[in-house]
């Protein structure tokens, strides 16, 4: 089993709502991606999404972009993320964390390959934004054979067929999106989330979190009352990328620690 389950339990002991945070593994620099997880988990992260730099990052909008092509400058592609996520996890045995990236660096080292390298390196979760699950059951079960969870979007689009479908592969959690659009997009609508997820919910058993357009702690506690957990990733981004070179780890976990605050305020629906 992975880390997840066992996470999303101890959040719901404790009436919390979990957080997770993405960066792109590389921005703004690989020797800083260690040190960037480590404070996210400081301020307040229960999860660490880590992005695999890939050339084409069809679902993520400009932020994003930029930081991928930062990474992918610096050198680091899914072999290097793998690393880093091994690095990490020689520093810290509890908090999860999940690979999110897209199809083409994992068919090039092999699927049986990357599930097996994945596991060594202590990943948790694995999102790959570009498998359908009608055509992933081969992949999932690999992931579960090296106790990895297989995690995988739903939108407002999705019909009855893919939530059926998702609800019998994934495990650990499942990733709503919560608008038409890419990462980082501002038209949040939380009262279609709300309206959406009652449907999701009566297939899927599993914990949702819910991401893209989340750019604030007004906007995060709005979806956490609806949600078991709030994913922000432009809005991390854009708190290093405008930082001086020497304030961006500490105004990652600034923003983060603002979010976690918002999350754990006494006025979030439990």
């Not at 972009?65 to 992918?72: L, T, W």
């Not at 390196?121 to 059951?137: K, M, Q, R, S």
């Not at 019909?159 to 608008?179: C, D, K, M």
């Amino acid at each position: 089993m992975s880390r997840i389950q066992p996470r999303f339990e101890q959040l719901a002991r404790a009436g919390r709502k979990g957080l997770i945070p993405y960066i792109a593994a590389g921005d703004p620099s690989p020797e800083t991606t260690v040190p960037l997880m480590q404070a996210l988990v400081r301020a307040g992260a229960d999860f660490i999404e880590l992005g695999v730099p890939f050339s084409d990052p069809m679902a993520d909008g400009p932020v994003i972009q930029r930081a991928v092509e930062r990474a992918i400058r610096n050198g680091v592609g899914l072999v290097q993320t793998l690393e880093l996520a091994r690095q990490f996890r020689a520093t810290d045995a509890d908090t999860p964390v999940v690979l999110m990236g897209y199809a083409n660096p994992i068919e090039r080292m092999g699927q049986g390959a990357f599930a097996a390298a994945a596991a060594a390196a202590g990943v948790d979760g694995v999102l790959v934004v570009d498998y359908p699950p009608e055509e992933c059951g081969d992949f999932a079960a690999l992931l579960k054979a090296q106790g990895i969870d297989p995690i995988f979007l739903l939108a407002p689009t999705s019909p009855r067929e893919r939530i059926e479908r998702v609800a019998q592969l994934a495990s650990g959690w499942v990733y709503y999106v919560s608008l038409k659009g890419t990462t980082g997009a501002g038209h949040l609508n939380v009262d279609s989330v709300a309206a959406a997820l009652p449907a999701i919910r009566e297939k899927v058993k599993l914990p949702i979190g819910v991401g893209f357009g989340i750019r604030d702690a007004a906007s995060a506690r709005a979806v956490a009352a609806v949600a078991d957990a709030v994913v922000i990733g432009a809005r991390v981004i854009q708190a290093i990328e405008d930082a001086p070179a020497e304030r961006k780890i500490d105004a990652a976990g600034e923003f983060v620690a603002s979010i976690r605050a918002a999350l754990d305020a006494k006025e979030v629906a439990r």
